[in-house]
């Protein structure tokens, strides 16, 4: 079996598409086509098979993607570990949520700029969803992203996760509209305690917006989502002008005027990760800055 095949098969695993397959690895849908054809007679298998105007793979082609994600991302470690050049450097390229560069980029930036000024990166601010399809893309090397047990994220299969920290969070509202008792209230409590308001959602995650739906679901109530607002601050803002109530995290001082209700039973915890492509993270810089990182969220 021809490994330089095997791209062709996973991309379509991906996408669907031979045409979007063609567009991502810069050729034409007839050599895609050739390529897991001729892949299919090396494994003596039908990979694909028609599916109305399309195709789509084959219970041996869903198997055959499968290891072919484990196999390329072993060649392309074994090709970082044997580098000659294994010496940390570069630039390494991260996106991730606000919190998260805050916590642990930006300190790793200032130490390695001591340690290691070889290695670089560049920092951009982006919510799960996007940073998770940049780093499919190529056009980031580490993602740090979210999401909360209450509404868990599927995790592209080409991708891999390190936990990095979790954190509880809370229903943000008016201090002088806290419940009497209000300790005294489970989450599903809290929530049927202020139905009556607007909600405020966030503008780039629909993470927050399903968190509030199962628990309002849950203690049969309807909320009214009428905000969005992708900024923790901007979120203090709307509660603190009496536009709504909004999810905030428990860890953080908010602002006075706001108090943050704890939920239990049941709780929301946002769960962050580290996440980069399958056989990335052998890179040496990479690999020092994913370090770097850990180790900070492990003594956060």
Do not use: C, K
Not at 5 to 26: D, K, T
């Amino acid at each position: 079996m021809d490994t330089r095949r095997l791209p062709y098969l996973v991309e379509f695993a991906r996408h669907g598409s031979m045409r979007v397959v063609a567009e991502v690895l810069g050729t034409s849908t007839s050599v895609v086509s050739q390529q897991i054809a001729a892949l299919a007679r090396e494994v003596g298998a039908a990979l694909v098979e028609p599916a109305g105007r399309r195709s789509r793979l084959t219970p041996e082609g869903r198997r055959l993607a499968e290891h072919a994600r484990t196999i390329l991302a072993a060649i392309e470690t074994a090709e970082l570990d044997l580098d000659p050049d294994a010496e940390p450097h570069g630039v390494v390229r991260v996106a991730g949520f606000a919190t998260a560069v805050r916590r642990a980029v930006v300190p790793t930036v200032t130490a390695l700029a001591t340690t290691h000024p070889q290695v670089a990166l560049t920092i951009r601010e982006y919510e799960p969803a996007e940073a998770h399809a940049m780093l499919a893309a190529d056009e980031i090397d580490l993602a740090l992203t979210y999401d909360y047990d209450l509404a868990p994220a599927a995790l592209d299969p080409d991708l891999s996760a390190v936990p990095l920290w979790s954190a509880d969070w809370g229903l943000a509202v008016p201090s002088e509209e806290v419940p009497s008792a209000a300790d005294a209230l489970d989450a599903l409590g809290v929530v049927a305690a202020f139905a009556h308001r607007d909600w405020i959602g966030n503008s780039r995650n629909r993470a927050d917006e399903q968190v509030l739906r199962t628990l309002a679901s849950m203690a049969g109530v309807a909320p009214r989502l009428t905000h969005e607002a992708d900024s923790l601050e901007l979120v203090e803002d709307l509660i603190l002008a009496g536009l709504g109530v909004g999810l905030l995290p428990r860890d953080r001082r908010p602002r006075p005027g706001v108090e943050v209700l704890a939920l239990t039973a049941p709780g929301v915890r946002l769960r962050a990760y580290a996440v980069t492509r399958r056989g990335r993270a052998g890179w040496p810089a990479l690999a020092l800055v994913l370090d770097r990182i850990v180790r900070r969220a492990e003594h956060r």
